[in-house]
């Protein structure tokens, strides 16, 4: 079974500063996508970038950038330049062809101004 | 084009009672998850519509049910509602059931059973 570790359930960073989030997975297959959502006080999750398996060079969102390490089933993602409003609960979700996507437990992010 | 709306945001409940949940997908989706998400956690699985046919369940009880529309909006059903039913319930769309769409979520429905 596909499951997803977040390692870090809170995190806090200055304001103008890089911060990097953890998540590992563990998964016997080698087509799938990884995404990072965000989870404000508002509830709704949003999407922050998506990476897909079988792409070595790694996704970038403006701010937002992930390393993904196939082989050791990693993939971090760093919010670069924080904002206040990047302050949210994060979640990293794993998906394959015919499954439903999986989640970590979340990161609580704290952006200090 | 509009988002993922679900009704009710809140709801209060009594334990053994049965309470329906709705979903409006995002206009051109035609895939409906669901997810429970207890406070401090993460969301888990409880099922997936596919053109109205489910199409993967979660490690939920049969009292878990749901139905997908022809117009693909949705419903979650629970009966014999318990303490633990407690959460958050996301609905997310998405464009067929190819694992390269990431879904769009609803605000969720936040369900408190007493």
């Known amino acids: 079974a596909q499951t997803v570790t977040q390692s870090q359930p809170e995190m806090s960073v200055q304001e103008a500063e890089t911060v990097t989030l953890s998540c590992t997975y563990d998964?016997?297959?080698?087509?799938?996508?990884l995404f990072w959502y965000k989870q404000p006080p508002s509830r709704q999750m949003i999407l922050v970038i998506r990476?897909?398996?079988?792409?070595?060079q790694n996704a970038t969102e403006n701010r937002f950038s992930v390393n993904f390490q196939k082989a050791a089933k990693s993939f971090s993602l760093k919010i670069s330049d924080s904002q206040l409003g990047d302050a949210a609960m994060y979640f990293c979700?794993?998906?394959?062809?015919?499954?439903?996507?999986?989640f970590g437990a979340g990161t609580r992010l704290t952006v200090k101004p | 084009e509009t988002g993922v709306t679900q009704s009710p945001t809140h709801l209060i409940k009594t334990r053994g009672q049965q309470v329906t949940l709705r979903c409006s997908s995002q206009s051109g989706h035609n895939t409906v998850s669901w997810y429970q998400q207890a406070l401090g956690q993460g969301p888990q699985f409880i099922f997936q519509?596919?053109?109205?046919?489910?199409?993967g369940r979660g490690n939920f009880p049969p009292r878990f049910s749901g139905l997908q529309f022809p117009n693909y909006s949705s419903e979650l059903n629970v009966n014999a509602l318990e303490l633990d039913d407690s959460a958050l319930y996301l609905c997310?769309?998405?464009?067929?059931?190819?694992?390269?769409?990431?879904?769009?979520f609803g605000s969720g429905t936040r369900l408190t059973v007493v």
């Open positions: 990476q897909e398996a079988y792409k070595q």
């Open positions: 998964t016997s297959e080698s087509d799938y996508y």
């Open positions: 979700a794993y998906r394959s062809y015919n499954n439903d996507m999986r």
């Open positions: 519509y596919y053109r109205e046919e489910e199409n």
């Open positions: 997310a769309s998405s464009l067929n059931d190819i694992a390269s769409y990431g879904y769009t």
